[in-house]
């Protein structure tokens, strides 16, 4: 069985960074495109970054670039997602979520990854930004 799971979320002030981590078990985490999910209280949940199975394509929301890098450890079955200069913003729980052959979507103000085609999801690590 698939399984996804995220830690390292926490409280931080504004400014400060966090690294999260998504472990893989029941599969072998190269076959599958991955992307970083989050939601807020009272909000829809969008999309932070995604990346293909290589690790060699990133895309990631306007919202994060600069601030937010996804990155992937094949051998040890885990992507990563480091934020920095955290913003009270930023806060809400963050999923990991796997997918085979994901595609892009793509609009006139970013490109990012067909939700739709995540199959397989973490149960979330809560972060929050505040002073």
């Known amino acids: 069985q698939l399984q996804l799971v995220e830690s390292g979320g926490g409280l931080v002030q504004p400014g400060e960074s966090l690294r999260l981590s998504c472990v893989a078990s029941?599969?072998?985490?190269?076959?599958?495109?991955i992307g970083w999910f989050r939601q807020a209280p009272g909000k829809e949940r969008e999309q932070v970054p995604c990346?293909?199975?290589?690790?060699?394509?990133?895309h990631y929301r306007n919202a994060v670039k600069g601030r937010f890098t996804i990155s992937r450890d094949n051998a040890k079955n885990t992507v990563y997602l480091q934020m920095n200069s955290l913003k009270p913003d930023d806060t809400a729980v963050y999923y990991c979520?796997?997918?085979?052959?994901?595609?892009?979507?793509?609009?006139?103000?970013?490109?990012?990854?067909?939700?739709?085609?995540?199959?397989?999801w973490g149960q979330g690590t809560q972060v929050t930004v505040s002073s």
């Open positions: 029941g599969f072998t985490l190269d076959r599958y495109d």
């Open positions: 990346i293909n199975r290589s690790g060699g394509i990133t």
């Open positions: 979520a796997a997918g085979e052959n994901v595609r892009q979507r793509i609009t006139n103000i970013q490109t990012l990854c067909v939700e739709a085609d995540f199959s397989s």
